[in-house]
Nanobody, 112 residues
């Protein structure tokens, strides 16, 4: 399995934007599903978005219209563009790739 390293988290005000990046140590072209999960304090891990090798995407209802997932196979990178951020988006965000492969996470805090 490839190693996944996330970056791009930080502190942002409500309504702001962040772009998360997940760089893989090897080729992701053959990985069918990649995605992002998050875990908020005191809550269970939640699926945020996934993208297949064919480009099909899926989002949890709470982020539809605000978040966009996309992948660049040439750069072995998956991105999560997060716009119109809300305090309830505060969580540690984890990159995921099939099968059952996770990164270490990056903290996103939305607060004024």
């Amino acid at each position: 399995q490839v190693q996944l390293v996330e970056s791009g988290g930080g502190l942002v005000q409500p309504g702001g934007s962040l772009r998360l990046s997940c760089v893989a140590s090897g080729s992701i072209a053959g990985i069918y599903v990649m995605g992002w999960y998050r875990r908020a304090p005191g809550k269970q891990r939640e699926l945020v978005a996934t993208i297949t090798s064919g480009g099909s995407t899926n989002y949890v209802d709470s982020v539809k219209g605000r978040f966009t997932i996309f992948r660049d196979n040439a750069k072995n990178t998956v991105y999560l563009q997060m716009n119109s951020l809300k305090p309830e988006d505060t969580a540690v965000y984890y990159c995921y790739s099939d099968p059952l492969n996770w990164g270490q996470g990056t903290q996103v805090t939305v607060s004024s």
